[in-house]
């Protein structure tokens, strides 16, 4: 009994100190464009982090006041796939998301959303999955 208790009382004191830190961060997105579930892959967020940077960021920049300046946080992660589900941007209205294929637009939906406002605590030193994209 008394080893029991010995080893419950280790147990809560690893989780009051953070050993068993569980993230925030999401492991599947829910489509609603094709009614599936994508596991946010590694590669696909790669993928959609290259798409963002050289495809959404030649227009959506601080300096341009033709389209709003985005980043990764400007959206929740229900306002990122609201945005790709129901394509109301203007740049989406304009035609211009035609130049990328659907799986193009699925890895760059999957990097913002995996990225989103509300994905992550930046301060939180566990959560450091994301550091390979400001490298």
Request: net charge positive.
């Amino acid at each position: 009994m008394e080893k029991k208790l010995f080893v419950a009382g280790i147990i809560v004191a690893m989780i009051s100190f953070g050993v068993f830190k569980t993230h925030a961060r999401p492991d599947q997105r829910y489509d609603a464009g094709n009614q599936t579930t994508r596991d946010l892959l590694l590669k696909n967020r790669r993928a959609g982090y290259k798409i963002f940077r050289n495809f959404c960021k030649s227009c959506h920049y601080r300096e341009n006041e033709q389209a709003p300046f985005l980043h990764t946080e400007s959206k929740t992660m229900r306002g990122w796939n609201t945005v790709f589900h129901k394509k109301h941007p203007k740049c989406a209205q304009q035609g211009l998301w035609n130049k990328l294929s659907s799986d193009d637009l699925l890895n760059l939906n999957d990097y913002l959303y995996y990225n989103a406002l509300d994905a992550y605590d930046p301060n939180d030193p566990w959560d450091n999955d994301g550091i390979w994209f400001y490298n």
